[in-house]
Every structure is written in C-alpha cells, then in structure tokens.
C-alpha cells in the first residue's frame, strides 16, 4: 500500500492564484521530498523537509510538515501556467542503508492562463 | 552533464521476450534505483543499489533482474515479459541514498502484447 496520499487528485486554478496540495502518510519517517513531474517527463526535485523541521521555503514554494497529524502540505503561490504538472509528496524512512523513497499517486495541477 | 540517461524511450515486446533497460549516470551517484509508474499507483520501487556490486529489492521485485557492476551503470532486465509488465520506468540516482534528492532519467516506455 501507498504510504504517501495526495489531496486534491486534481486541481484548476487561475494563474496568479495560490495551489495547496496536502500529502498524509502512515508511518514514522525520516524527510519528506516533493516532486514535480511534467507530462512525459522525469520527475524533478523541489524540496526536501526533515522531520524535525516544521516549515521550509523555496522561491515560490512553501512546504509543511506536521509529524504529530502525519501530513505535509505544499504552498506555490502566485502560480504560473508553466507550475501545470503532477506533483508528488515521497516519504523516506530511513538515513541509514539506502533511501528507500515511497512515492503517492500525485495531484495534477493544472494553471489557466 | 547529462544527468541520467535511460534507453530505450519506447519499447514494444511480446509476452516471453526478455529485454534490457539500461540507465547511465555522469553523477558520481552512490545510489541507483529503479521504479515503475502505472496509472493511479504512483512510483513503486523494484531494485535499488547502494554502490556498485550491491543491490536490494525494492517493492516489486518478481519478474525483474539489477546488477551494478559500475558506479555509472544501473541495468534492467526483464527475464520473461509479461502484459503486467507494461508500465513506464524510471531510474533515479542520489548522492548518497541517504536522505538525498533524487535525479530522475526521462523514462522508458514499455509495451507488452
């Protein structure tokens, strides 16, 4: 079973509008990463928070991380119709013998220009 | 650099052919893996390694051979394809599989009649 779960599947917005994208999981972890992955395309990295960490930001992006609730959301602001792609939360439960990321099902984000 | 190379883009096989899929990278990565993507399933991890002439199973292993006989290579095999086999694969490296990123090829598509 997935230990990643995205929320929304999908997502419309307007472009200059903001997209949350929420990720729960079931167990205890180590970090957790985001991915984007265009259409056709590998999936490329955005960020990466660690368990003990609560907030993170790059650029136009804003991670969260609540271990008690085990969920993390994913803020990009001001979006561009470029942001449209799958975006992916992954799980890793270990720092020790080898990352063995669990990735979810993904939201598609879709920006209308 | 180039990154992560993955050959072939496509590839159609009848059920039993077996066939390689190979991935390369420039990186000086430690860690090397291998995923599938299937509609509404996520990435599901089949074979990861560690450095070269270590390798593990990851969640759905059956069906599919890794060797890493180099720190740049990270081949495939399919033994006996079958239909279920039909997915798209990724290979993904880290620095370290350690709680590092992931860089990800552009993935192979395969077919199985």
């Known amino acids: 079973s997935q230990q990643g779960e995205e929320d929304p599947q999908a997502l419309s917005i307007q472009e200059g509008e903001n997209a949350t994208m929420n990720c729960s999981y079931k167990?205890?972890?180590?970090?957790l990463q985001w991915y984007r992955q265009n259409s056709g395309r590998g999936l490329v990295h955005l960020i990466l928070?660690?368990?003990?960490?609560r907030e993170k930001h790059s650029g136009r992006l804003r991670v969260t991380l609540d271990t008690s609730k085990k969920s993390s959301s994913l803020l990009i602001t001001a979006s561009r119709a470029a942001d449209t792609a799958s975006y992916f939360c992954?799980?890793?439960?270990?720092?020790?013998?080898?990352?063995?990321?669990?990735f979810g099902e993904g939201t598609q984000l879709t920006v209308n220009p | 650099n180039a990154g992560v190379t993955q050959t072939p883009k496509f590839q159609v096989l009848k059920t039993g052919q077996s066939m390689t899929l190979q991935c390369a990278q420039d990186?000086?990565?430690?860690?090397m893996s291998w995923y599938r993507q299937d509609p509404g399933m996520g990435l599901r991890l089949i074979h990861y390694?560690?450095?070269?002439?270590?390798?593990d199973q990851g969640e759905v292993p059956n069906g599919y051979n890794v060797s890493r006989s180099t720190t740049e290579d990270f081949p495939l095999r399919l033994l006996s394809a079958a239909p279920s086999q039909t997915s798209v694969y990724f290979c993904?490296?880290?620095?370290?599989?350690?709680?590092?990123?992931?860089?990800f090829g552009n993935g192979t598509r395969l077919t199985v009649t």
């Open positions: 990186m000086n990565h430690e860690y």
């Open positions: 992954a799980t890793d439960l270990t720092e020790t013998s080898g990352s063995r990321l669990t």
């Open positions: 390694s560690v450095g070269a002439g270590i390798t």
């Open positions: 993904a490296s880290s620095r370290n599989g350690r709680g590092s990123p992931l860089h």
């Open positions: 928070i660690r368990s003990n960490e």
């Open positions: 167990t205890s972890i180590n970090n």
